[in-house]
Nanobody, 119 residues
Framework: VQLQASGGGLVQAGGSLRLSCAAS????????MGWFRQAPGKERELVAH???????YYSDSVKRRFTISRDNGKSTVYLQMNSLKPEDTAVYYC??????????????WGQGTQVTVSS
C-alpha cells in the first residue's frame, strides 16, 4: 500500500490550498481516509475524515474552512483548505484504514506535505 500526498506549499493568510493523496495497492473504496497534521512540538491531530460511505468529520479548528472529498475512480482523497491561518502551518499527512475511523494507530500513511501559512 502506498499513499502519496501532494499539494502543500507556502501561502498567505486567507489563501487556499488543495491537498491530494493518491493511493495505490489497495481497494480504495473499501478504506476510510483521514487527513492529519503535525505542527512542530505538537502531537499529530486528525483534522478531517471521510468514511468509505462518504460521511465526513472535521475538527472544530477547521470546520467550515476545510473540505474533505474522495474520488474512488481515481483512488484519491482531497483536502480543500480555505481561509488559511498561520496556525494551520504544519506537515499534513493522509492515512487509510479499512477497519474503522482512521486514527494515529492506523497502518497506512502518506509521507507528509508541508503547509506554511504566512501572516
Amino acid at each position: 500500500v502506498q499513499l502519496q500526498a501532494s499539494g502543500g506549499g507556502l501561502v498567505q493568510a486567507g489563501g487556499s490550498l488543495r491537498l491530494s493523496c493518491a493511493a495505490s495497492g489497495l481497494t480504495f473504496s473499501r478504506y476510510h481516509m483521514g487527513w492529519f497534521r503535525q505542527a512542530p512540538g505538537k502531537e499529530r491531530e486528525l483534522v478531517a475524515h471521510i468514511s468509505r460511505g462518504g460521511s465526513t468529520y472535521y475538527s472544530d479548528s477547521v470546520k467550515r474552512r476545510f473540505t474533505i472529498s474522495r474520488d474512488n475512480g481515481k483512488s484519491t482523497v482531497y483536502l480543500q483548505m480555505n481561509s488559511l491561518k498561520p496556525e494551520d502551518t504544519a506537515v499534513y499527512y493522509c492515512a487509510a484504514d479499512p477497519r474503522g475511523v482512521v486514527t494515529t494507530r492506523s497502518d497506512y500513511w502518506g509521507q507528509g506535505t508541508q503547509v506554511t501559512v504566512s501572516s
